[in-house]
Nanobody, 126 residues
Framework: EVQLVESGGGLVQAGGSLRLSCAAS??????????IGWFRQAPGRKREGVLC????????FDADSVKGRFTISSDNAKNTVYLQMDNLKSEDTGTYYC?????????????????WGQGTQVTVSS
């Protein structure tokens, strides 16, 4: 059974950094069978794609709003995917989720994903 557990959220001042973790179980990142995406949802807003890394080559896709500030990486030994968030802004506030799916290619659309974590809250104070 695929399970995803996010951690690392918290309260940070604008301009600060956070690193979110997504610990996966039920599959191995090393097998390259799943695309992993990070998404966020602010109160009253739709869930939106932030960054994702596609299986079958590791191509990454990032939303315009986080270009140059957020990066995605993985540690196969820990079976964990990370979202490094730098120069945080108040508009980055929301609940952050990681998700997994077998899709390949453009991967920032939440409706394409089958497996989701429970989310971790990020609050950026201005």
């Amino acid at each position: 059974e695929v399970q995803l557990v996010e951690s690392g959220g918290g309260l940070v001042q604008a301009g600060g950094s956070l690193r979110l973790s997504c610990a996966a179980s039920g599959f191995s990142l090393e097998d390259d069978r799943y695309t992993i995406g990070w998404f966020r949802q602010a109160p009253g807003r739709k869930r939106e794609g932030v960054l994702c890394i596609s299986r079958g080559g590791g191509a990454t896709f990032d939303a315009d709003s986080v270009k140059g500030r957020f990066t995605i990486s993985s540690d196969n030994a820990k079976n964990t995917v990370y979202l490094q968030m730098d120069n945080l802004k108040s508009e980055d506030t929301g609940t952050y989720y990681c998700a997994a799916d077998g899709l390949v290619g453009s991967c920032l659309w939440p409706e394409l994903y089958d497996y989701w974590g429970q989310g971790t809250q990020v609050t950026v104070s201005s």
